[in-house]
């Protein structure tokens, strides 16, 4: 049962506190779900999130994008962020930017470098050295994988103090991140995800 929504023609202008609450809304319809599950690391877990159900969704991409442009620090020049996680998040919001007249480079960093060409872990316009470059990820567990986009942007000589989430599992990322001398900032935790869930599993009781 969905308890907030917007309508695709308000989306672009919603006011972001309603954008937050349907943002939230879609990630517990069809991306947040409750079993026994097996992650990428070999542990087991009661839930899973699916982030790409929601950054591939063509109203959620837009909803993501939107506030993380809002988060992103003064003198961001660009996005970027680790192959395949990352690739729509990095590009919703370069679009999004574009309409908003906030514009954003996008950058999509390879987990190995290119067989053939270039050779090149990055994808993207080149720019200037010093550039400031946040770095997106759709969930945080660990943290290690934005860690590895932080290093190749900064080895292209940019400027990476800061790390963008749609939701962390609170689970060890920003410890690292802390001990990295990086600032995170997840727009929901995973105590969101479940007290929402709690809340729209009892609409659903009552109605």
Same mark, same amino acid.
């Given at each position: 049962?969905?308890?907030?929504?917007?309508? +695709?023609?308000?989306?672009?202008?919603?006011?972001?506190?309603?954008?937050?609450?349907?943002?939230?809304?879609?990630?517990?319809?069809?991306?947040?779900?409750?079993?026994?599950?097996?992650?990428?690391?070999?542990?087991?877990?009661?839930?899973?999130?699916? %982030?790409?159900?929601?950054?591939? @969704?063509? $109203? %959620?991409?837009?909803?993501?994008?939107? !506030?993380?442009?809002?988060? !992103?620090?003064?003198?961001?020049?660009?996005?970027?962020?680790?192959?395949?996680? =990352?690739?729509?998040?990095?590009?919703?919001?370069?679009?999004?930017?574009?309409?908003?007249?906030?514009? +954003?480079?996008? !950058?999509?960093?390879?987990?190995?470098?290119?067989? @053939?060409?270039?050779?090149?872990?990055?994808?993207?316009?080149?720019?200037?050295?010093?550039?400031?470059?946040?770095?997106?990820?759709?969930?945080? &567990?660990?943290?290690?994988?934005?860690?590895?986009?932080?290093?190749?942007?900064?080895?292209? %000589?940019?400027?990476?103090?800061?790390?963008?989430? !749609?939701?962390?599992? /609170?689970?060890? %990322?920003?410890?690292?991140?802390? $001990?990295?001398?990086?600032?995170?900032?997840?727009?929901? &935790?995973?105590?969101?995800?479940?007290? @929402?869930?709690?809340?729209? $599993?009892?609409?659903?009781? /009552? =109605?």
């Amino acid at each position: 049962m969905s308890i907030s929504s917007i309508s +695709v023609a308000d989306l672009p202008t919603a006011d972001l506190s309603a954008v937050r609450l349907a943002l939230l809304d879609l990630i517990c319809d069809v991306a947040y779900r409750e079993g026994d599950f097996t992650l990428s690391s070999g542990k087991k877990s009661t839930y899973y999130i699916n %982030g790409k159900q929601v950054t591939l @969704h063509a $109203q %959620g991409g837009v909803m993501v994008a939107r !506030l993380l442009l809002d988060m !992103l620090p003064d003198q961001t020049v660009g996005v970027g962020g680790l192959t395949l996680g =990352a690739d729509p998040m990095v590009s919703a919001v370069s679009i999004v930017g574009a309409y908003e007249n906030k514009p +954003v480079t996008p !950058l999509i960093i390879r987990k190995e470098a290119k067989g @053939h060409g270039t050779r090149a872990y990055i994808e993207g316009p080149v720019l200037p050295a010093g550039s400031k470059v946040v770095i997106l990820e759709d969930v945080v &567990t660990t943290g290690a994988s934005a860690m590895k986009a932080v290093e190749r942007l900064r080895d292209a %000589g940019y400027v990476v103090d800061t790390i963008l989430a !749609l939701v962390d599992r /609170q689970q060890g %990322g920003r410890a690292l991140y802390d $001990q990295a001398g990086l600032m995170f900032q997840p727009i929901f &935790t995973i105590a969101d995800l479940q007290a @929402h869930t709690r809340l729209k $599993q009892g609409c659903s009781t /009552q =109605a």
